[in-house]
């Protein structure tokens, strides 16, 4: 796997004003955790 594309990347979500918070590649593995059982916890409440 080459990042030969990551500047198009960027540079999109640049132009669409988005920031670190808003890529979910860029969060802790503890944010990210916490973003998952939050989830899973609203979906079983539908359930």
Same mark, same amino acid.
């Given at each position: 796997m080459t990042?030969?594309?990551a500047?198009?990347?960027v540079g999109?979500?640049?132009r669409g004003w988005? @920031? !670190?918070d808003d890529v979910i590649n860029t969060? @802790? !593995?503890t944010?990210?955790?916490r973003f998952l059982? !939050?989830?899973r916890r609203?979906?079983?409440?539908?359930s």
């Open positions: 990042h030969a594309n500047p198009y990347g999109t979500a640049q988005l @920031t !670190k969060w @802790t !593995k944010r990210l955790r059982r !939050k989830g609203e979906q079983q409440a539908r």
